[in-house]
């Protein structure tokens, strides 16, 4: 019976998962990566960690799904765009990874939105400067390690070191080649934009770009003997997550804003003609003569799992051994919390924000008599408003009268509805559980002809498919918290870079 097998590999955890060809999820391993912050604002993971919990998670799932590996016809891999993966001219780990989430080129991208190089950079890339793009990452190497800068062979991103670990073969896909230096308008890589941020030399170690679903390479031996995957297993180029989740989940498509509450705010929508703005990424999109306009920051469901993680540790580690959910646990909780009034608002900027480099999170209005589930309550309404703000931006250059959500949150029936409410457009969701592993596997069966294409996906979304409409009460009730929500965070926009500086700067680079 043949299937396919989609890699997805986010910011905390790796997954492979394993597809009939209808898309059927036949079976699901994931592994947790560490992220290594041995300074305020670097996030680091170490590459061949990531690539053996991977494999670890590749060779379980094949065993999960009681089928024999030979079974796979193809695998791609998605994974977090930006940050930086870098080999040295031996094709060997050239120092830790560099996550999205990491911000230690904030100074060097306060400089360049200072300059020229801002509007330069937007009419010709698509798209602003950013402390996470590779382009500040390169330049900040360049400036602080410049031994390391020396040795660079090849600039990579997350899902392209799964892939060259997979195959051998060094290279990219069209959607990631597109997060720092390409002119948006020919979609191929541009010198211009390599001078441009003073990265000129750079030019041999940017990787071949492909297409998305385009077979660039075969499981090796060595891999297979690893995994228990089939040696010779095509894989194809993959694609940026950002676009995998929206192809996954059935929200790749003009007319409609893909919204994906991840670790990043993922708001996203198709087009057939470039339009840049300082508020969105021009990028290309799978095929060319499409762009993906991506309005995004780092601040989306990560400061759930912060909450999580650092203020139920002990609840979560007892109630997970147990076989049993944190979430299921705090459902409640929460539920409660929506269906009572509160003047607690929280700002869900712990790794970034749409405002400043410098911005950091916050709650405001806490009393002594709000509870837990008041404080969770504020991190979901602060994400969804953070995503409205990029959601409205997208709407000012692009049509769109729905959004279809994904996410881990999008299980929970009353934050979809507040999404709904929040947005004030209806938002549907998909059963899709695995939606940026089924957008890598939709390219995969597009690589060998078992799709006409990526957007050929073979279910029924229809059926699968629920939507939330916007309560007119509380919608209304959301755009007054909503606008407190900006009057608050434009209030301390001046204020944040000087909360950051009580951290000397010299223990941030």
Not at 245 to 271: H, M
Request: proline share 5%; hydrophobic share 45%.
């Amino acid at each position: 019976m043949p299937s396919l097998l989609g890699i997805d590999s986010g910011l905390t955890v790796t997954k492979a998962v394993i597809f009939d060809v209808d898309g059927t999820p036949l079976a699901v391993a994931r592994r947790r990566v560490t992220q290594f912050m041995p300074k305020a604002r670097h996030i680091e993971r170490d590459m061949d960690e990531l690539w053996t919990a991977t494999a670890d998670a590749i060779a379980e799932a094949i065993s999960l799904s009681g089928r024999p590996a030979s079974d796979i016809q193809a695998i791609a891999a998605t994974a977090h765009g930006d940050g930086i993966y870098l080999l040295d001219r031996s094709s060997k780990p050239l120092g830790r990874a560099i996550l999205s989430l990491d911000s230690r080129a904030g100074a060097i991208v306060d400089r360049w939105l200072e300059s020229p190089i801002a509007d330069e950079a937007l009419d010709l890339t698509g798209q602003l400067p950013h402390v996470s793009a590779p382009s500040a990452l390169l330049a900040w190497i360049k400036e602080k390690e410049p031994a390391r800068f020396e040795r660079i062979g090849h600039i990579l991103s997350c899902k392209d070191w799964l892939r060259f670990c997979l195959t051998g073969v060094i290279g990219t896909d069209r959607t990631e080649a597109s997060t720092s230096f390409t002119n948006v308008k020919d979609q191929g890589y541009s010198e211009d934009a390599l001078k441009l941020f003073g990265l000129d030399e750079l030019k041999a170690a940017l990787p071949l770009a492909s297409r998305s679903d385009e077979v660039v390479g075969r499981v090796t031996s060595a891999v297979a003997s690893r995994t228990g995957l089939a040696e010779g297993t095509p894989v194809v180029a993959g694609l940026h997550d950002v676009t995998a989740s929206a192809l996954g989940a059935g929200g790749y498509a003009s007319g409609v804003v893909a919204v994906i509450a991840g670790t990043y705010s993922i708001n996203e929508t198709l087009s057939s003609e470039p339009r840049v703005d300082k508020r969105w990424f021009c990028r290309n999109a799978i095929a060319p003569g499409q762009w993906n306009n991506m309005s995004i920051s780092p601040a989306s469901t990560a400061n759930y799992d912060w909450f999580l993680d650092k203020l139920c540790a002990g609840e979560r580690a007892g109630i997970e051994a147990a076989g049993q959910s944190i979430h299921a646990l705090l459902a409640p909780e929460i539920e409660a919390a929506f269906n009572r009034p509160s003047t607690a608002l929280f700002h869900p900027y712990l790794f970034g924000s749409p405002y400043c480099a410098s911005a950091s999170a916050g709650f405001f209005g806490l009393g002594g008599w709000h509870d837990r589930g008041d404080m969770l309550r504020a991190v979901l309404e602060g994400i969804a408003f953070n995503h409205k703000i990029h959601v409205d931006a997208l709407g000012d250059g692009f049509s769109f009268s729905e959004a279809r959500l994904a996410g881990g949150i999008s299980r929970n029936p009353v934050v979809v509805q507040m999404f709904a409410n929040v947005l004030g457009m209806p938002v549907t969701v998909t059963e899709t559980d695995e939606a940026a592993a089924w957008g890598a596997a939709l390219c995969a069966g597009a690589g060998i002809g078992l799709y006409a294409d990526p957007q050929s996906d073979p279910r029924d979304v229809g059926a699968i498919a629920k939507t939330y409409h916007p309560d007119a009460g509380r919608s209304a009730d959301y755009r007054r918290r909503y606008d407190l929500f900006r009057e608050i965070a434009d209030a301390m926009t001046p204020l944040w870079p000087k909360i950051g500086s009580l951290v000397p700067a010299e223990s941030q680079d």
